[in-house]
């Protein structure tokens, strides 16, 4: 049996599979995107987390349940974040909720987050808060 050794060749091919299971999901292409990597970090097809380590479930996108999930904006668009790849993220439907419109912090389980942005490479991030 041949094994794929090339680190790109093998995130193709995960890519190309990982497709497969959301092009019906009717996102964007960047949402596309975003929504892959999630699944190619996690690992799983089935499940993934996000950023606060709440379960997502592919099949249950725009279900409002526990393990449900939403296509969101990290800089929210309504307070004039972009409405691009580098600041796309998908959240639980419940993270999404408490996240809501919060700019630059917010507050999700009692933890509190500061959002960032890369000017170099344009995209948006989200760093937990430490408190000293």
């Excluded at 004039?80 to 700019?103: D, F, M, Q, R, V």
Aim: aromatic share 12%; proline share 3%; with cysteine.
């Amino acid at each position: 049996m041949d094994y794929v050794k090339n680190p790109k060749e093998i995130e193709d091919k995960s890519m190309q599979i990982i497709y497969d299971y959301v092009k019906d999901l009717g996102l964007t292409d960047d949402e596309v995107r975003v929504v892959s990597r999630t699944v190619h970090a996690s690992g799983d097809v089935e499940y993934a987390h996000d950023f606060t380590g709440r379960k997502i479930k592919r099949d249950d996108y725009e279900v409002e349940n526990q393990v449900g999930w939403v296509v969101s904006h990290v800089f929210p668009t309504e307070l004039g974040g972009p409405n691009n790849e580098g600041n796309i993220i998908i959240l639980n439907h419940n993270t999404a909720y408490e996240k809501a419109n919060n700019y630059p912090e917010f507050e999700v389980v009692g933890v509190r987050y500061l959002i960032c942005h890369d000017e170099r490479d344009d995209f948006y991030y989200i760093e937990k808060i430490i408190e000293d």
